[in-house]
């Protein structure tokens, strides 16, 4: 069931994400954004990325994508806006195709592009050469095995990047504070 759902989540996120470019409706594609955040964040928590899928989760789904539909649900879009703007984006697909082609090409796994081939053509020529082994090849999970996710990720913010986790908090710190004194009312000092 798992290897199903493997395979169909990522599936899922990219049809999402062309519905979200796609969507004429801005409320409609922040929907669909927030269906791509969930089902990659999903497909991480299979994968046993679970630290990593929750914290996109709450991140992504929790604070951007809500903070988008809270946006476009104050903005005041007309009906014969929407219309007019689906027809000069039908313009763009033919461009779009043409660039989404490879995309779909590489993700499909073709030859021409997978890193096995491309790495063969190389030590064949170069690589051969200087007796460079590949550096895939060996297991770096099994290296790793002793630290979980949470503890990892801790030893890292606190010990190695703990001025990075302060600047951090100071952006976050501002990004709060910033929408609050922009909706506050000048004459009265109340927010409207």
């Not at 903070?67 to 014969?80: Q, S, T, W, Y």
């Not at 053509?121 to 590949?134: M, V």
């Amino acid at each position: 069931m798992s290897s199903f759902l493997l395979e169909l989540l990522p599936f899922v996120a990219v049809l999402s994400a062309i519905f979200v470019i796609t969507a004429v409706n801005p409320i409609l594609g922040v929907l669909f954004l927030i269906a791509v955040f969930i089902t990659v964040s999903a497909y991480l928590a299979l994968l046993g990325l679970t630290f990593l899928a929750l914290s996109y989760l709450i991140i992504y789904v929790g604070a951007i994508a809500i903070l988008f539909l809270f946006v476009i649900m104050m903005l005041d879009i007309k009906l014969a806006e929407l219309s007019s703007s689906g027809e000069e984006a039908s313009k763009v697909y033919p461009v779009a195709f043409l660039i989404g082609t490879p995309f779909l090409w590489t993700l499909t796994g073709s030859p021409l592009f997978r890193g096995d081939t491309l790495y063969s053509w190389f030590d064949q020529t170069t690589l051969g050469i200087a007796h460079i082994s590949d550096p895939s090849a060996l297991q770096w999970t099994n290296l790793f095995a002793a630290f979980s996710n949470i503890h990892s990720l801790g030893v890292c913010l606190y010990t190695i990047y703990p001025l990075w986790l302060i600047y951090a908090g100071i952006i976050l710190l501002l990004a709060i504070i910033g929408p609050i004194i922009l909706c506050l009312d000048k004459t009265s000092g109340s927010t409207s």
